[in-house]
């Protein structure tokens, strides 16, 4: 809780450093030559935009340069970072849409990816906004999960409710919603899940265990499904997008560590390529560097425009 929170633009410098600076630089003066595509497309691949998404976005870039007759580089920055922002808008959804009086969200994601540090956050951030928050301990799998998140409790707040280790994650949610209904009229249960079973099938029948109680038990729940993706993780985050889209109903994704990607375009190909919406960022290991997603604050920080012009999207 001391010191400066991390922005979403300061998680990005890695990502400038490392790969956006450059791209920057290639906007200039000149006419556009085929280096220059060659080299904008190499450079957001490297940045982890994905392939699709980096072809998808020179193609229309192309065409719009073709259509507007332009030919200089410089006039091709501000179109890429409209349609980034485009891009990242079109999948863009709120979190917890009409809220009710009792919200529930369910968090999944491989081992390691960030999910239980991300329920930490995401209790502090409600706690901010007054809400009594339940935490649920459904990662029965390993004892040291149950502790991890009773210190993040304790730390933001939070009750933690748990079983014994080993025992049935349903149980686990079903008591924390009780508990959510009874004395502690908790007005949001967060639910933290083991990352990985021993196989697909295990998974899947687990997660779908827990949604089921939560449908039960409150009307509509779980009303978020948020995947943690690793934004260190590179080409092995986009995998498990892919599979976590086909095993649970995912409304989202957590997009944590971007504070250590030193490639973090990775909310491009997310929302392109799946159609799903980033809805917070993890910017640090604190508490408060967690962030909502914001696509302009995004594009802005990884060109490094932050505090300058805003990003234009008029159609010049
Ligand atoms: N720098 C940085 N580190 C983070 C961020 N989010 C999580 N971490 C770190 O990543 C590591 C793993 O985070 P956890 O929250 O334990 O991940 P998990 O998904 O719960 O892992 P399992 O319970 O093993 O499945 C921890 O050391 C966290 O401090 C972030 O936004 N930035
Ligand atoms: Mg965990």
Known sequence: MFGRAKSIADSLKKTRDSVFNQIGDLFGPSDIDDAFWEDLEELLIRGDVGVKTTVDLIAWLQQQMDQRGLRRSEQARDLLKQRMIEILEKAESEYLPGRRLLNVVLIVGVNGSG???????????????????????????????????????????????????????????????????????????????????????????????????????????????????????????????RHFKNIADLTGVILTKLDGASKGGMALAIAHEYGLPIKFVGTGEKVDDFRPFVAREYVAGLFGEVGATPVSTSKT
């Open 115 to 241: 999910k239980t540090t991300s329920i930490g956050k995401l209790s502090a951030m409600h706690r901010e906004k007054g809400d009594k928050i339940i935490i649920a301990a459904a990662d029965t799998f390993r004892a040291a999960a149950v502790e991890q998140l009773k210190i993040w409790g304790e730390r933001t707040g939070a009750d933690v409710i748990a079983q014994s280790s080993g025992s049935d994650p349903g149980a686990v949610v079903f008591d924390a919603l009780q508990a959510a209904f009874g004395r502690r009229e908790a007005s949001v249960v967060i639910i933290d899940t083991a990352g990985r079973l021993q196989t697909q099938f295990n998974l899947m029948a687990e997660l779908s265990k827990i949604k089921g109680v939560a449908e039960k038990q409150v009307h509509n729940a779980p009303h978020e499904v948020l995947l943690t993706l690793d934004a260190t993780s590179g080409q092995n985050a986009l995998s498990q997008a």
